[in-house]
């Protein structure tokens, strides 16, 4: 009659199995978190390379990603852990193989903890990013061919509009350097143009950062806002996209306000 406490070729067989099985959960654990982690980066550097977008934060993704790298990492090695274990106690006939798995306990607790902060952080940047969308929308109300231009409609005239431009640089303590008159020069060489007026305007307290950051930036310093009307009479305010100057010349995103004070400007004039 065969002694049922000792351990048979198919329990090794069985044991070994589920160490396999616990090696590859780790390895897909392992390549889900680069995926999750390199798709985080790639969307950074799309952003980088569509300036007329939004800005965004995508480092969480980077952390989940380690994350489940490292989750991955502990299921193999408690599996060998646990795979040596039931070994000796196959051999001992000691094995209790009936008990619950605490590495699969684990693993699914870890999961699910992972899971719960993923899907907090999905839903929390949503709102973020349409609210983002919809305030872009609003300042830039027309599409501009010009790639990194944005375009705001004015109710006022050019004259009235550079007059609030003016009023608003001065109350906030920017130096307007100039104002050049495009239609006037225009006019003054007998030839017709629409009122067109360009306002050049900085802080050097806010600039010098930028060009020590990068040099480069000082192509588009200072600051210009176009005010000019079209062929139909229509009143625009066009300037260059913050998120556009900080992708072309590579500036840190902690100076971006900087140069995003263009924008409060711009909406500012055509309140």
Known sequence: MPDDSKATPRDFLAVERTFLAWIRTGLALMGLGFVLARFGIFLREFSFRQPSLPSQSFGLSLWFGTALIFLGVLVCLFSLVRYRRLLQQLQQSEAQLSRPSTLAMMAALALAILGVAMATYLISVK?????ISSKSQEISMAPSPEQGILRTPSKLSVDETVARLQSILQAKGVKLFT???HSGEAASAGLKMPNTKLLIFGNPKAGTPLMLASPSVALDLPLKIL???????KVW???????????RHHLPPELLPNIAVIETLAAKATE
Not at 127 to 131: E, F, K, R, T, Y
Not at 227 to 233: H, K, L, N, T
Not at 237 to 247: K, M, R, T, V
């Open 227 to 233: 005010v000019a009307e079209d062929a139909a009479g």
């Open 127 to 131: 709102p973020v990013a349409q609210n």
């Open 237 to 247: 305010i066009s300037y260059n996209a913050p998120d556009y100057l900080q992708a």
């Open 179 to 181: 104002i050049v008159d």
